[in-house]
């Protein structure tokens, strides 16, 4: 089994920053593209960023400029770091990431519990 677990949510004020991290664990024998997503009170789940196994990026318009996505691939572990916070990014993100098992080699999404990012004005 896989899971990803986020940490390093939290409550910042606007123009603050914050650094989030997700680190899968379990029978994992690779990981191909990994990502963030956000859901807002009331809103859909967006894509935020992701970043494929190969370091190439892709992101949100609303973020580009102010988030950096990136990962450890020895650690299983990507990272948020998001700068400029304004309130409209209020929302919980979900780390998200395309795994093969060692007991299944078709990879498949997994997502993380979420973590709540609240950003005051």
């Known amino acids: 089994q896989v899971q990803l677990v986020e940490s390093g949510g939290g409550l910042v004020q606007a123009g603050g920053s914050l650094r989030l991290s997700c680190a899968a664990s379990?029978?994992?024998?690779?990981?191909?593209?990994m990502g963030w997503y956000r859901q807002a009170p009331g809103k859909q789940r967006d894509l935020v960023a992701t970043?494929?196994?190969?370091?190439?990026?892709n992101y949100a318009d609303s973020v580009k400029g102010r988030f950096a996505i990136s990962r450890d691939n020895a650690k299983n572990t990507v990272y948020l770091q998001m700068n400029s916070l304004k309130p409209e990014d209020t929302a919980v993100y979900y780390c998200?990431?395309?795994?093969?098992?060692?007991?299944?080699?078709?990879?498949?999404?997994?997502w993380g519990k979420g973590t709540l990012v609240t950003v005051s004005s």
């Open positions: 970043i494929t196994n190969g370091g190439s990026t």
């Open positions: 379990g029978s994992i024998f690779s990981i191909n593209a």
């Open positions: 998200n990431a395309n795994i093969a098992t060692t007991k299944n080699p078709f990879a498949i999404y997994y």
